[in-house]
């Protein structure tokens, strides 16, 4: 094999490819591990739990600082270390855990632990069927970004019309884009195994790109799901 020029036999290209996805699985499990532990940590300590709900400003403060820090990696994803992407992954994963903790407030632990392990199904399907499959899924990229959008601007509408209809719409529709994204996305990643020369650099952190995406999808259909299939309490 002639590291650096990706002139790839079939059969190396495969050996590359499962490698790669193993390092971006490896980090998107990290993530949501790190991610579900803060939040179950944050759920059982009165004092945050209280200093997180309580606080308005301190809430959404934290909602956009993820925001803003995942368009910060993608915009300098390019500049920096792989340790510092490894390091703003990791905070955002953490962040995350902060914020969705008002998820154990708001839901029966059953039923957010039976609603982990249907999510976790789903997704595993889908990222399998979106890596073996012949199918060019490019077409859907487009499809789903502008769904993804409809589904933004419809929650917004509704968080002021406050219509339960338009809600239980909005929630199935987001199911099926983040179901659709995770074939996606998971395709468009293998596609990004063989850019970079192996144990490099660039290799890591285009593993912990594909492991962001990887996350926000999950993530995302979980939120959806427990919509559907979680107990309130």
């Known amino acids: 094999m002639e590291i650096g020029t990706r002139n790839y036999t079939g059969e190396q290209t495969q050996?590359?490819?499962?490698?790669?996805?193993?390092?971006?699985?490896?980090?998107?499990?990290?993530?949501?591990?790190?991610?579900g532990l803060i939040a179950m940590w944050v759920a059982s300590t009165p004092e945050l739990i209280s200093a997180i709900t309580?606080?308005?400003?301190?809430?959404?403060?934290?909602?956009?600082?993820?925001?803003?820090?995942?368009?910060?990696?993608?915009?300098v994803i390019?500049?920096?270390?792989?340790?510092?992407?490894?390091?703003?992954?990791?905070?955002?994963?953490?962040?995350?855990?902060?914020?969705l903790s008002?998820?154990?407030?708001?839901?029966?632990?059953?039923?957010?632990?039976?609603?982990?392990?249907?999510?976790a199904g789903t997704f595993a399907i889908m990222?399998?069927?979106g890596y073996y499959t012949k199918k060019d899924l490019t077409s859907w990229g487009n499809l789903l970004f502008m769904a993804l959008i409809g589904v933004i601007i419809a929650?917004?509408?509704?968080?002021?019309?406050?219509s339960?209809?338009?809600?239980?719409?909005?929630?199935?529709?987001?199911?099926?884009?983040?179901v659709g994204l995770t074939a996606y996305d998971t395709q468009k990643i293998k596609r990004m195994s063989t850019a970079n020369e192996i144990g490099s650099e660039?290799?890591?952190?285009?593993?912990?790109?594909?492991?962001?995406m990887l996350y926000l999808d999950f993530i995302n259909l979980f939120l959806l799901l427990l919509r559907v299939l979680g107990d309130r309490r």
């Open 15 to 35: 050996v590359i490819q499962a490698a790669f996805m193993s390092k971006v699985y490896t980090w998107m499990s990290g993530g949501l591990a790190i991610t």
């Open 54 to 75: 309580g606080n308005t400003f301190l809430f959404f403060g934290l909602i956009i600082g993820e925001v803003l820090l995942v368009g910060y990696l993608i915009s």
């Open 78 to 99: 390019k500049k920096i270390s792989a340790q510092t992407a490894g390091l703003i992954f990791t905070t955002y994963a953490v962040l995350n855990g902060l914020t």
């Open 102 to 119: 008002v998820v154990f407030l708001m839901y029966e632990l059953g039923s957010i632990t039976s609603t982990f392990f249907v999510t």
């Open 127 to 129: 990222s399998i069927y």
């Open 155 to 162: 929650s917004v509408v509704n968080f002021f019309m406050q």
């Open 164 to 178: 339960e209809m338009m809600y239980w719409l909005i929630t199935y529709a987001g199911v099926l884009v983040f």
């Open 202 to 212: 660039g290799e890591t952190k285009s593993a912990i790109v594909g492991a962001l």
